[in-house]
């Protein structure tokens, strides 16, 4: 009779355990901070199996962008504001606002295009569902950049007419890298054509990815300056100082000659 009474607790303790912790609601938290700043490398590349095919690309849909940067400017609980820069490579830019929320049960219905870069939530684990990329993580794996190693999640889908990769950094929940085809296959004719989209961050405020060129910083843009005026005022001196010296000598080699030519002709007035 003891022994039941035990094991009727047991159970009944971990039926109380299990429902508290059914009760607790996951929290999806960005990991990104007002002020963030990411830089992103993005086009797509067209391909067909008809090489004649005439293919209508969207203007937006063409690759004149140089690069794009997302600024992060709030974050209020799993939503995550930003704006778009786009600088195009003809030297414009245009900018936007956007949003992102990263908790799945949050996150509304758009299509993927309509989502901008996806980001996630941070610190995700392998089967966690990211909503903006359509897709699950599949493993945590490491990544090595200029500042060194980080945690990235990877997530892997192979449709009939869409597979892919891509890369989230998993402290912030940014994606790294995607690389994604969509296949578009005509129901009249035989034509299709497979559309690739690229999208690779190469520049972040939070770590360095890429090797930066060393910057002129204001006390080395000081010491410049002052090393040039320097050099300059030495050889302004040197020229008026070498200058000087040679029309002294001048005057000096001149006086000398008509020293002695004075001399001779006093010379020859005695000899006649």
Not at 171 to 177: F, I, K, P, S
Request: glycine share 4%; with cysteine.
């Amino acid at each position: 009779m003891k022994m039941k009474f035990q094991a009727a607790t047991l159970l009944l303790l971990v039926s109380l355990v299990a429902s508290a912790n059914a009760a607790v609601p996951r929290v999806w938290a960005p990991g990104v901070a007002a002020g963030d700043c990411f830089y992103f490398e993005m086009y797509g590349v067209y391909t067909s199996n008809q090489p004649n095919i005439t293919l209508a690309i969207p203007q937006f849909e063409y690759n004149n962008t140089e690069w794009a940067r997302i600024n992060v400017t709030s974050v209020e609980g799993s939503t995550i504001y930003q704006v778009y820069t786009l600088h195009f490579t003809n030297g414009s830019e245009t900018s936007f606002s956007f949003k992102t929320n990263v908790d799945p049960a949050k996150e509304s219905s758009l299509q993927f295009y309509e989502r901008g870069v996806p980001i996630c939530a941070s610190n995700l684990n392998a089967g966690d569902h990211i909503p903006t990329a359509e897709t699950v993580i599949n493993e945590t794996v490491i990544r090595n950049y200029v500042s060194g190693p980080r945690e990235t999640n990877r997530a892997v889908w192979n449709n009939s007419d869409d597979w892919g990769n891509c890369y989230f950094d998993r402290q912030t929940g940014m994606l790294v890298e995607l690389c994604r085809t969509h296949r578009f296959a005509s129901n009249i004719t035989d034509d299709i054509v497979w559309k690739t989209d690229v999208i690779k961050m190469i520049d972040s405020s939070r770590w360095d990815i890429n090797k930066k060129s060393p910057a002129i910083t204001p006390l080395f843009a000081v010491l410049f300056v002052a090393v040039f005026v320097l050099f300059s005022l030495a050889v302004i001196i040197y020229v008026l100082v070498t200058r000087r010296t040679r029309r002294r000598f001048h005057l000096i080699e001149k006086q000398i000659t008509n020293k002695y030519a004075l001399h001779y002709f006093l010379v020859r007035a005695r000899v006649l």
